[in-house]
Structures are given as C-alpha cells and as structure tokens.
Nanobody, 121 residues
Framework: QVQLVESGGGLVQAGGSLRLSCAASGTIFMINSMGWYRQSPGLQRDLVATVTSGGDTNYSDSVKGRFTISRDNAKKAVYLQMNSLNPEDTGLYYC???????????????WGQGTQVTVTS
C-alpha cells in the first residue's frame, strides 16, 4: 500500500508565498510522474503542475511564472513553491504520484488527502 501525505497549506495574504510538500511511503519500486492538482469549491479538480521522472515540468497557464514544482527522488517527495499568490489560487491542493510498487507490477496513481490553501485579498 502507498500513502501520500501533504503538508504546507495555510492562510496567506495576496502576494504572499507558501511551499507545499508531499511525501510517499509504503511499498514503492519506482515513482514516475508526480503532480499537484487544485480543487476549488464547486469546481472540478484541475492540474496545477507536474514533473516527470526525468525532470520535465508542466504548468497550468494560470500559475506559470509564479509556481515551481520540484521533486526529491531519494525522499520520494514532491514540492510546490507558490509565489505571488492571489485569491484565485484558493483551493484544496492534492498531490498525485504514478507509482510502480514492484518491478513486475503495473503503475497505479495515488492521491494525497489534500491540503487547504486560502489566499485573502
């Protein structure tokens, strides 16, 4: 079983910064893609940023230039540095990892429980 635990959310004023962390534990052979997703009230869960095992990154247009995703393979962790936050960034942030638990097993996606980010104007 694989568990993802997020941390780093909170309440911040517009223009401020937060850093989200997500660490995986359990039986893990390899982690492929890692990513962050955001769900605002009444809306679907949308992609914020992803990073591949090779280090290639992808960002939603709304966060480009403000957010930076990074990963630490040794720690089985992914991070999201969020700068110049605005109220539209408010939401529940989830991390997702594509994990192969053993060499012979297929990959499966796992989600964290979410961490709340609230940006006030």
């Amino acid at each position: 079983q694989v568990q993802l635990v997020e941390s780093g959310g909170g309440l911040v004023q517009a223009g401020g910064s937060l850093r989200l962390s997500c660490a995986a534990s359990g039986t893990i052979f390899m982690i492929n893609s890692m990513g962050w997703y955001r769900q605002s009230p009444g809306l679907q869960r949308d992609l914020v940023a992803t990073v591949t095992s090779g280090g290639d990154t992808n960002y939603s247009d709304s966060v480009k230039g403000r957010f930076t995703i990074s990963r630490d393979n040794a720690k089985k962790a992914v991070y999201l540095q969020m700068n110049s936050l605005n109220p539209e960034d408010t939401g529940l942030y989830y991390c997702k990892m594509i994990v192969r638990t053993t060499e012979r097993r297929n990959e499966f996606q796992y989600w964290g429980q979410g961490t709340q980010v609230t940006v006030t104007s």
